[in-house]
């Protein structure tokens, strides 16, 4: 038998589950401190991808400079001041990355808890109709 209280709890988990699930469940197949450095890794390389780019760039845009100037001094202090350069923006964008990634994880976390207390109270809806059928001695049902 429907009920229109059941149906709406339905519907608003499959909304629920439209709205909100891309961002919740891949998030809560991991313990948090493993999301966050799975996520710290991929944001590392990412970095260490662009960052090689931008100096190739930056290295392609100046090379008649260098080329014309081939001092094994200058071109060791472009390279320290580069590498500093480096460990600095990655320490930045690391930890923006860890901000990040710990905020979604408690939100869907949170999302999660939702998610699970909608489902109860759905479960507790389908096991006030679903009562045990009782028999007599006769065989009879009641």
């Known amino acids: 038998m429907l009920s ?17 699930g891309k961002r919740i469940f891949p998030v809560n197949r991991y313990f ?4 966050i450095w799975n996520k ?3 944001s590392f390389f990412s970095y260490t991808f662009s960052f090689i780019l931008c100096v ?5 845009y100046y090379m008649e400079r260098w080329l014309n100037t081939m ?3 200058i071109l060791t202090a472009a390279g ?9 923006g990655l320490a930045i964008y690391l930890s923006i990355s860890f901000s990040v990634y710990r905020k979604r994880y408690e939100y ?7 998610y699970l207390s909608r489902l109860k109270r759905l479960d507790k809806r389908y096991e006030g109709n679903a009562r045990p059928v009782k ?7 009641s």
């Open 4 to 20: 229109e209280e059941k149906i709406k709890i339905m519907t608003s988990l499959a909304m629920f589950e439209k709205h909100e």
């Open 71 to 73: 001092d094994v001094k």
């Open 80 to 88: 320290i001041k580069i590498g500093i350069f480096y460990i600095i």
């Open 32 to 35: 948090k401190s493993d999301y």
């Open 108 to 114: 869907a976390a949170r999302g999660e808890k939702v």
């Open 56 to 60: 190739l760039l930056w290295g392609l």
């Open 40 to 42: 710290l890794f991929q």
């Open 135 to 141: 028999r007599t001695k006769g065989g009879r049902t």
